[in-house]
């Protein structure tokens, strides 16, 4: 099959319209249609609310993904990403060159890009990817709790906490920053590790990032109820008192 077209993964940022890069801006406004994920045909969804601060709503497209299927591999996930890959597709097909598709974060940090990247090129091997880096939640919330993420020596471990907090249990025995990605489910057991771990004092989480009904607050204010999935926990590093302790 002959050069089918290119596929642009573009990381639209954390939430915030204005965390949306210059390059990110530019290639989805140059690409033919910008696809958006969501949970719903019917609903936007948070890539799409940024997204349309900075691209006309007659070229977004939406496109229905298992974003809460927390089951692994389902074929519902699978059925989700075949019919993407169709969609995006379908527009080359029809004489169409640039298809950006937006995603929340960056598109290589635990992005539904990279299924859909693969099922395109499984599909059509001739298509070209490329990716546009995104600002990710941890640094918006670092930014905005005043969390430094990491400085001198010191490692810094993101993890997914989809599964239960056994693997957090093990990050935070360590000398690393550690933040947590979606972890809304597993919020009590994801609080009673950091407590138990000594980081409970300097830890901060951050919900809805970006949204008018955003929640960033310490640790000890964190409920068991409530927490979307699409939630992010800071557990700094333990620092010695002064500057430049951990070079």
Known sequence: ????????????GPGDPELVTVKAVRRMREADAVI????????????????????DA???????????????????????WDAAARAVLR?????????????????????????LAQ?????????????????TAMQDLAARSGRVLAEGSEPLTLLPVT????????????DATVVA????????????????????EDSVYGARLGLPDEEIAPLDKLQSAGLPYLSTLIAPARREAGRGGKL
């Open 58 to 80: 007659s070229r977004i497209e939406r496109a229905v993904f298992a974003l809460n299927d927390r089951h692994g591999l389902s074929d519902r996930r699978v059925r989700a």
């Open 163 to 174: 599964g239960g907090a056994e693997r957090l249990r093990s990050a935070l025995d360590s």
């Open 91 to 115: 527009h080359f097909e029809e004489g169409e060159t640039t298809v950006a598709f937006a995603t929340i974060g960056d598109p290589n940090v635990y992005s539904t890009f990279t299924y």
């Open 1 to 12: 099959m002959g050069t089918r077209g290119r596929l642009v993964g573009v990381g639209v």
């Open 119 to 135: 099922t395109v090129r499984e599909l059509a091997p001739a298509t070209e990817v490329e990716t546009v880096p995104g600002v």
């Open 36 to 55: 958006v994920p969501v949970l719903a045909g019917d609903e936007p969804g948070r890539a799409e609310a940024t997204v349309r601060a900075h691209v």
């Open 181 to 200: 990605y979606k972890f809304g489910r597993f919020a009590p057991q994801v609080a009673e590790a950091v407590r138990e771990a000594g980081r409970g």
